[in-house]
């Protein structure tokens, strides 16, 4: 079965700051990877799928890059409505969430 | 604007059978994956399993066992059924639909979740 490994499992950023997110998984899963946010108390939204591709409407400060094992969200200028929770999400396989990664703000 | 709607009882007692159905409104239930996902309290994402608008179904092999979803078209509904549940089974159980298309493969509508308590 694959494995995904999510780190870290919690990030605290300053307003403006660039965070970084990784996603290891235990085999090659291609690009076959999306990135979700949840708020407290909503469902998850997607930002990015297929590892590197931003959802309709979602701002160009995320990002995704990577592929085979190793994959990384960003968020360039971190903004205070980026408060949330962060999961990979792979599905080459039966879909498999990361651990998720807490966001604060400093 | 497609909705999905989780409805069923919030309490079920331990070994019993934890039954929710997810109504789908704005848009047919044909030609999609739809799936159940859960959220233990302060925990992370679990997919529990799919069916396919024509009954095909799978499941995350830790829940196999416990776990039966199927699709009603006629009512544009699908349902679950979790098995001998436990206080472990205690979560926030999410529908979503799973959007396969153009080579992406995603969660693209989810419903507002219903919070399900194992307790005597």
């Known amino acids: 079965d694959i494995q995904m490994t999510q780190s870290p499992s919690s990030l605290s950023a300053s307003v403006g700051d660039t965070v970084s997110i990784t996603c290891q998984a235990s085999?090659?899963?291609?690009?076959?990877l999306n990135w979700y946010q949840q708020k407290p108390g909503k469902a998850p939204k997607v930002l990015i799928k297929a590892a590197s591709h931003l959802e309709e409407g979602v701002p160009s400060r995320f990002s995704g890059s990577g592929s085979g094992t190793d994959f990384t969200f960003t968020i360039s200028s971190l903004q205070p409505e980026d408060i949330a929770t962060y999961y990979c999400q792979q599905y080459d396989n039966l879909p498999l969430f990361g651990q998720g990664t807490r966001l604060e703000i400093k | 604007q497609v909705q999905l709607q989780e409805s069923g009882p919030g309490l079920v007692r331990p070994s019993e059978t934890l039954s929710l159905t997810c109504t789908v409104s704005g848009g047919s239930i044909s030609s999609y994956y739809w799936s159940w996902i859960r959220q233990p309290p302060g925990k992370g994402l679990e997919w529990i399993g799919y069916v396919y608008y024509s009954g095909t179904t799978d499941y995350s092999p830790s829940l196999k066992s416990r776990a039966t979803i199927s699709v009603d078209r006629p009512k544009n509904q699908f349902s679950l059924k979790l098995s001998s549940v436990t206080a472990a089974d205690t979560a926030v159980y999410y529908c979503?639909?799973?959007?396969?298309?153009?080579?992406?493969?995603?969660?693209?509508?989810w419903g507002q979740g219903i919070l399900v308590t194992v307790s005597s």
């Open positions: 085999q090659d899963i291609a690009n076959f």
């Open positions: 979503a639909r799973d959007l396969t298309k153009g080579g992406f493969d995603y969660f693209d509508y």
